[in-house]
């Protein structure tokens, strides 16, 4: 049996359990979870709570995680597209623009009162408080950002600790959390943890590239949405090191004609797109090393897999 086949079953139980948790007899929650919850899309967080779980021969509650990591997850989205005014999430309408920013922020409130109920299921008092360190990162990360984006506090520093907070924490949280319910050795927790920290920095790190440098299709959103935003990711603040005039562009957050693909065309012709392709790949390569602790698997293979091809999504 393949990975791919074995996690046919844990998915399918996940999405089960899911759509079973987010029922509500309110209208506009349940549509709202329709678009956003229930709807499928790649499914990443559960995936490496059961690859870790595999590559540990099993962790008890790794269902109960993964969904708590998806509900996590899913709030933070909704919150998310309100506070940047985002046209459309997974190739569709924003939430908040459909029904409304209160409705958008109440149901990811709801989504945070599921998540209390499905890790109180465990009894796992260090999973909790887990999560709510994750949540309180979360929230820090945002914030950083957009504090960062107003005072024009641009660094590869601050770079570092918005898609830590942002992205890789609730990553790691993924990856750690079944060797954490598992009771395994801190060799293997902090293998796990620093692997998906490492991923996760790689994961973020690779959509702000193709942010700016992919298409529309790929993406299923608008490129330049970070730019617009005034945001600096690694491939403009590496151009800004080089070109005074990319400061400019993200005071007036890309609004004259050409701004973007005066971006694009800058970090092609100085190089600075194939450095930014590099370090993807060498954070990710990082992330396939952190494993090494752990007994070879196939499910261990798939992580690493995973974590390398974040290398290979830069078109």
């Given amino acids: ?40 899309g790649k499914r990443i967080r559960p995936r490496l709570v059961f690859l870790a779980s595999g590559a540990l021969g099993g962790a008890p509650y790794d269902l109960e995680l993964a969904l708590a990591v ?29 029904y409304g920013n209160a409705v958008s922020v109440l149901s990811g409130d709801f989504l945070l009162s599921r998540l209390l109920f499905v890790i109180a299921k465990t009894g796992r008092m260090e999973l909790v408080e887990r999560f709510a360190e994750v949540a309180k990162t979360l929230s820090e990360g945002e914030v950083l950002q957009f504090q960062v984006a107003a005072l024009e506090d ?18 790691a949280l993924c990856t750690e959390g079944p060797a954490l319910l598992k009771g395994e050795a801190e060799e293997v927790r902090e293998a796990l943890r620093r692997f998906g920290l490492l991923y996760g920095q790689a994961f973020q790190m690779r959509d702000d590239y193709l942010d700016l ?48 693909e005066r971006l694009r065309a800058l970090a092609q012709e100085s190089g600075v797109a194939k450095e930014v392709e590099e370090r993807i790949r060498q954070r990710a390569e990082a992330a396939a090393r952190a494993l090494l602790p752990l007994p070879d ?17 830069l078109s």
Avoid: C, W
Avoid at 87 to 97: N, P, V
């Fill in 1 to 40: 049996m393949t990975v791919h086949e074995a996690l046919e079953a844990p998915l399918l139980r996940f999405e089960e359990a899911l759509s079973e948790l987010v029922r509500s007899e309110v209208l506009f929650i349940r549509l709202i979870h329709q678009d956003l919850v229930t709807a499928g």
């Fill in 213 to 260: 440098m992919g298409t529309p299709e790929t993406l299923g959103k608008p490129v330049g949405g970070d730019v617009r935003e005034g945001k600096a990711t690694l491939i403009t603040l590496l151009l800004m090191e080089r070109f005074p005039e990319v400061r400019e562009i993200l005071r007036r957050k890309g609004r004259e004609a050409g701004d973007l």
């Fill in 154 to 171: 641009y660094s590869l520093e601050n770079y570092e600790r918005i898609i830590t907070a942002k992205t890789a924490v609730l990553m």
């Fill in 297 to 313: 698997s196939p499910y261990k293979e798939a992580l690493k897999a995973l974590a390398l091809k974040e290398a290979k999504r």
């Fill in 70 to 98: 998806e509900l996590l997850h899913s709030a933070t989205l909704l919150h998310d597209d309100l506070i940047d005014d985002a046209e459309t999430r997974r190739g569709k309408e924003a939430a908040f623009r459909k």
